[in-house]
């Protein structure tokens, strides 16, 4: 692969190149601006620093994957042949991706609100931020990158038991609409659904971004902010400090968790169906008014989360 040169010249001209930096993405801000959320991934506009982040990011997690990976989705980085080189063109990855399961990948600027973007799973479309951390930052984002959505999430939607989940979280949003459209008093409809929002994302949490799973070599990790990250994908499997419980959807919609530092509190679910059932039951709880009162704490749900669900309504 090209790397930076050493030439001093050209070193400055890379570094002076804002690519398509999480903290610096000319191109991305514009289309912010604009208010569009979904856009096309302008693939040359990526410096050679930002393939050089991906290389490093992916070189130093392929280890960890096939130690605390589970094992589908090992199977999904190999089905997706994803280049441990360069950034990935999410045209290639939908080329390997669809065919399996029906998903792709879809470019967006940034934050997509809650119910467009539970509505784009619906759709079997994964919003993907194609934005890079900084070369300086690769351990530590807030938010989410090319990295974790890609190598993190994407690997995990080339299984079929899996992206069947992510449909059915789409359809949970759907059901909130619903839900909510039936409540008349606009303060009670506006508390209910912050309720269910919230119940919701807590689960997408313990489940999709942060799952544990049994399996026949031990426990494996599946959710992907723990599959991008470096190092706490060990430690969601070794450390003494983090607390592993079966899952319990009663006590899964009631947990606050914070998102500025490591898990505490993992959930481990027994295989993908298992998965599957008890989304199926968050739609059926949400049905008989059972997210309506779920307990009070994090994650907020912000104006936009909730205008997205009304204006569906
Ligand atoms: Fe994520």
């Not at 190149?17 to 693939?43: D, N, W």
């Not at 807590?202 to 599959?227: C, I, N, P, Q």
Request: charged letters at 25%; hydrophobic letters at 40%; proline letters at 6%.
């Amino acid at each position: 692969m090209k790397r930076p040169s050493s030439d001093p010249n050209q070193r400055h001209a890379v570094s002076a190149t804002p690519g398509l930096t999480t903290t610096e993405a000319p191109f991305v801000e514009e289309a912010k601006s604009k208010g569009e959320l979904y856009i096309h991934q302008p693939y040359e506009l990526y410096s050679e620093e930002n393939h050089e982040t991906w290389r490093r990011l992916y070189s130093r997690m392929l280890p960890r994957w096939r130690q605390f990976a589970n094992s589908r989705f090992l199977e999904g980085i190999d089905a997706l042949r994803l280049d441990p080189e360069r950034v990935p063109k999410l045209e290639d990855v939908n080329r390997f991706l669809s065919p399996l399961t029906g998903f792709r990948a879809k470019a967006v600027s940034g934050y997509i609100p809650a119910f467009l973007f539970f509505d784009c799973l619906r759709n079997r479309e994964f919003p993907t931020t194609i934005t890079i951390r900084r070369s300086d930052k690769l351990d530590y984002l807030p938010e989410p990158d090319i990295f974790h959505d890609i190598a993190g999430h994407v690997p995990m939607h080339t299984d079929c038991a899996f992206a069947d989940t992510l449909v059915r979280f789409g359809d949970c949003a759907h059901t909130a609409v619903e839900m909510a459209a039936e409540i008349r008093n606009e303060a009670e409809q506006l508390r209910v659904l912050t309720s269910i929002v919230k119940a919701t994302a807590r689960f997408f949490w313990f489940t999709v971004e942060f799952g544990l799973m049994r399996s026949g070599a031990g426990l494996k990790v599946y959710g992907s902010g723990l599959l991008s990250s470096y190092g706490e994908i060990g430690h969601s499997i070794e450390s003494p400090d983090v607390q592993r419980y079966p899952i319990q959807l009663e006590w899964v919609i009631n947990q606050a968790f914070e998102i500025h530092h490591y898990q505490p509190l993992l959930f481990i679910v027994d295989s993908f169906d298992h998965l599957f059932s008890l989304v199926d039951r968050l739609e059926k709880w949400m049905r008989e008014g059972r997210l309506n009162n779920v307990a009070p704490g994090e994650p907020e749900v912000n104006e936009t989360d909730l205008r997205s669900f009304l204006r569906a309504a």
